[in-house]
């Protein structure tokens, strides 16, 4: 099991900034790609952004390139999401995703992310 816990969601104004934080603990974290959902009442849950294992290969979303940055610190078990520019439209629950083959995949309990106009 990985248990994921997301931290750093909050109201910002719309141009803000803000970090997203999801720490990983329980079986290792090795292997795995990092990604970040979203969710708004009513809507599917969408692809924000992915980082592999080694942080060298990152995927986006047409809406978060420009915006929006994944990382990660292995030794810290942890993956970041920064997120700038932000618009009322980004307004969402944010959710971690640990994803290996053969191994199936695990997600956080979310953290709310609010952007006002």
């Known amino acids: 099991q ?5 931290s ?10 803000l970090r997203l934080s999801c ?3 329980g079986r290792t974290f090795s292997g ?5 959902f979203r969710q708004t009442p009513g809507k599917e849950r969408e692809f924000v952004a992915s980082i592999s294992w080694s942080g060298g290969t990152t995927n986006y979303a047409d809406s978060a390139k420009g ?3 994944i990382s990660r610190d292995n030794a810290e078990n942890t993956v970041y999401l920064q ?6 439209e980004d307004t969402a629950v ?3 995703n640990a994803y290996k083959a053969y191994e199936g995949q695990y997600w956080g309990q979310g953290t709310q992310v609010t952007v006002s106009s």
Not at 2 to 6: H, I, K
Not at 32 to 36: D, G, I, V
């Open 23 to 25: 720490a990983a603990s």
């Open 8 to 17: 750093g969601g909050g109201l910002v104004q719309a141009g803000g900034s």
């Open 67 to 69: 915006r929006f940055i």
């Open 32 to 36: 795995y790609t990092m990604q970040w």
């Open 2 to 6: 990985v248990q994921l816990v997301e």
């Open 94 to 96: 944010y959710y971690c």
């Open 83 to 88: 997120m700038n520019s932000l618009k009322p």
